[in-house]
């Protein structure tokens, strides 16, 4: 079974930076398609960010268009989030998950119940 483990958060003023990773063992991350996620206090988690398999497919929730890129390492086994022009807004928990993604959504992680998710890493945007 595949685990991800998420790391990289921290505290940043706004407009700052920082870049996530998301490590994958137990298996080849070539083969899956990863998604980030995050969960701000009293809110439902939202589907952020994805890249697809091999052709490198990328999708973008509107708020994070031209702030986020995602991108994959699959010799390193892992996939990363840089967060530019960070605002009080993306304050959240961030999780990455296997899902499936193309262009226009994230798509098959409404399915995994809450022990599917990990730590995740908290990222705080305040001045």
């Known amino acids: 079974q595949v685990q991800l483990v998420e790391s990289g958060g921290g505290l940043v003023q706004p407009g700052g930076s920082l870049r996530l990773s998301c490590v994958v063992s137990g298996d080849t991350l070539s083969y899956y398609a990863i998604g980030w996620f995050r969960q701000a206090p009293g ?10 398999t ?50 226009s959504g994230i798509y098959g992680a409404d399915n995994y119940d809450n022990d599917y998710w990990g730590q995740g890493t908290q990222v705080t945007v305040s001045s």
Do not use: H, W
């Open 43 to 52: 809110r439902e988690r939202e589907g952020v960010s994805c890249i697809s």
């Open 54 to 103: 091999s052709d490198g497919v990328t999708y973008y929730e509107d708020s994070v268009k031209g702030r986020f890129t995602i991108s994959r390492d699959n010799a390193k086994n892992a996939v990363y989030l840089q967060m530019n022009s960070l605002k009080p807004g993306d304050t959240a928990v961030y999780y990455c998950a296997e899902v499936k993604c193309d262009r």
